[in-house]
């Protein structure tokens, strides 16, 4: 499930730290290892991602000083990248080692 032929052993290893790394997922802790398994075991994995505009806050957009750095505000917002596993935000090493 986890393509790690092509990563340097570095990688590999901040991939198994990545996901042995402890979650709550519904009100459970459990590792996102093994809850990646549960949602491949469920069905079809859906990959997705998404712009930080999710993190837009309304407050501090309008106690920036300037219209240049509200446009900076929301051009920092788009450029930040989130990675979707059937909903669930994953880091991007894991979203590529299982898209691969």
């Known amino acids: 499930m986890f393509n ?3 990563l340097s052993p570095m990688q590999s290893g901040r991939l ?3 996901l042995d790394r402890q ?5 459970v ?5 093994s809850h990646i398994e549960e949602l491949a075991a469920a069905g079809k994995l859906e990959f997705s ?3 930080g505009m999710i993190d837009y806050s309304r407050t501090h957009f309008n106690r920036l000083g300037s219209y240049a750095e509200q446009d ?3 051009a920092r917002l788009r ?3 989130y990675f979707y596993l059937n909903g669930w935000v994953v880091p991007k090493l894991v ?3 299982i898209k691969r």
């Open 79 to 81: 450029a930040k990248r």
């Open 72 to 74: 900076a505000y929301i």
């Open 4 to 6: 790690t032929i092509s």
């Open 23 to 27: 979650y709550r997922f519904d009100g």
């Open 49 to 51: 991602e998404g712009d």
């Open 95 to 97: 979203y590529d080692a």
């Open 16 to 18: 198994q730290t990545a």
């Open 29 to 33: 802790v459990k590792t996102l290892r």
